[in-house]
């Protein structure tokens, strides 16, 4: 079984997280994940989402992290996560320092502060 194989419905995957369906209905909507919709409208989420959604919760249960502080730490993680074994150092140097920058650029809010 592939660990991005969408198998668990919302309800499953609230029962897994322990988080109510509807935070997992915001977080999508914040763009944190994407579940897969195989037949109309419902949600099927995959191993990888169900620990995606656990690393969420641990960073907003346990680091107190806001959504915008997710949507960065996850973006993040998941350019480091790209980095294969066998990539080279100047590969992995490239990755490392594209993470450090996503740390520094100005998000939505910072922009709306500096336009009023």
């Known amino acids: 079984m592939k660990n991005d194989e969408p198998l668990y419905t919302i309800a499953v995957a609230s029962r897994l997280t322990g988080m109510h369906p509807q935070t997992l209905r915001k977080y999508e909507r914040a ?5 897969a919709r195989p037949s109309g409208n419902q949600r099927l989420y995959s191993a990888s989402d169900v620990e995606r959604l656990k690393r969420i919760q641990y960073l907003v249960e346990q680091k107190g ?3 915008a502080g997710l949507e960065l730490a996850l973006a993040m993680t998941d350019r480091l996560d790209e980095i294969d074994l066998n990539s ?3 590969e992995m140097q490239h ?6 920058d996503m740390s520094r ?3 939505p809010a910072d922009q709306r502060i500096e336009a009023a």
Do not use: K, M, Y
């Open 88 to 90: 080279t150092r100047a």
């Open 65 to 67: 992290v806001n959504v």
């Open 31 to 35: 763009g944190l994940l994407t579940p």
């Open 95 to 100: 990755a490392i320092d594209d993470a450090s």
């Open 105 to 107: 650029e100005p998000g």
